[in-house]
């Protein structure tokens, strides 16, 4: 038994050793690089192994940029990395789904279009009636929408996540678990981590006190640290942009994002279609190109999608599969306004869960 304990505990020190990739094993170290001494602090029960971020390579590099490039303080820079954790937790939450399990959309809108967050997002419209009309006004963003993201998110600021975003980051950004796309994964994290600390510097706040969730994001509506500082706006006058303690600010804030990633005032969502399953048809090569509405709607008929006269020729659409276990899959043209939400986050399921969403809570109001 004790010989087993000794190899799992070299087989953990191995694999964490390869991912870190700490700085003792460069054998050539920029000039400007500070080799930081390690930390001997006495470890807690629940902190995972080789948690001393000063010592990882990629971290290393992290510092050298934040300070040499947006002039942070190297030194302040190292004793931050040192407080930061690796959070096994963060990694076992972002591995994807096993491949052979079925997408099912019916699932996965029951999840979101129930009775106790009917009555929170009839609740949330009500107090803040006036601020999601200040919206529309301002970006041309439906109220509903804003209620229905708000809603899937994280329940009206009921569920906003209690990690801490450096850590989540740090552990993203360098332990991203072995996927297909972990090379893409981890510079995106890596970005969003840097993100932090210059989103910190603007508003004169400790990098180590944003909490959210296990993937970064905070707030009421779930911004990352970049879509924070590119998209966010203090919708309150308060001087401040705090969107995990203010709903004005939430609100405008995914109005102001909506708006930038192309939102069309006045223009519909989504209608649905039906397609045509003979061998010559070619719609299937029209859904996943990119998450942009560019095809209009005589490309689709000429695909073998089915259309209804309601649907405008005048605008362009993209083909949406919403796969529904052993159920047939369900079609649908999703305009320009569906794919901005889509961009909020980069899922046909999440998209088509806000619109249902919100007209729910809509429908809901309607009848107190």
């Not at 040499?68 to 931050?80: K, P, V, W």
């Not at 029209?286 to 008929?301: D, V």
Request: hydrophobic content about 40%.
């Amino acid at each position: 038994m004790k010989n087993l304990r000794f190899v799992s505990f070299l087989f953990s020190f191995l694999a964490l050793s390869i991912l870190a990739t700490p700085l003792h094993a460069e054998t050539k170290k920029s000039s400007k690089r500070h080799n930081p001494k390690a930390v001997h602090e006495s470890k807690q029960v629940d902190e995972p192994e080789f948690t001393n971020f000063t010592q990882w390579r990629g971290v290393a590099d992290l510092i050298d940029e934040l300070s040499d490039q947006h002039g942070l303080q190297r030194e302040t820079l190292n004793a931050q990395f040192s407080k930061v954790h690796y959070l096994e937790s963060v990694v076992k939450l972002i591995n994807p789904p096993p491949p052979t399990k079925l997408k099912n959309w019916t699932v996965y809108r029951e999840r979101f279009i129930e009775p106790t967050r009917l009555r929170a997002g009839a609740a949330f419209w009500k107090k803040h009636e006036a601020v999601l009309h200040r919206a529309q006004t301002e970006f041309g963003v439906p109220a509903e929408i804003i209620v229905g993201i708000l809603g899937v998110e994280t329940m009206y600021g009921k569920m906003t996540g209690n990690i801490r975003v450096v850590d989540a980051l740090a552990t993203l950004a360098f332990a991203y678990p072995p996927t297909a796309n972990r090379d893409a994964r981890m510079k995106y994290f890596r970005d969003e981590l840097k993100q932090v600390f210059l989103l910190a510097r603007e508003n004169d706040m400790d990098p180590l006190g944003f909490y959210g969730s296990f993937a970064g994001a905070i707030g009421l509506p779930q911004f990352m640290p970049g879509s924070i500082r590119r998209f966010a706006v203090d919708f309150d006058g308060d001087g401040k942009i705090d969107l995990r303690n203010s709903p004005a600010d939430a609100i405008g804030s995914i109005a102001s994002f909506l708006s930038q990633h192309g939102w069309r005032t006045e223009e519909p969502l989504i209608f649905p279609v039906k397609v045509s399953h003979q061998t010559d048809a070619t719609w299937p090569g029209m859904i996943g190109q990119s998450l942009e509405a560019k095809f209009t709607r005589e490309e689709f008929e000429q695909a073998g999608v089915t259309t209804s006269s309601d649907i405008p020729a005048a605008i362009s659409y993209g083909l949406v599969d919403l796969q529904d276990g052993e159920r047939p899959t369900l079609y649908w043209l999703g305009t320009t306004n569906f794919f901005a939400i889509a961009q909020y986050n980069r899922s046909f399921f999440y998209a088509m869960t806000v619109i249902e969403l919100g007209k729910a809570v809509r429908q809901h109001r309607q009848r107190l």
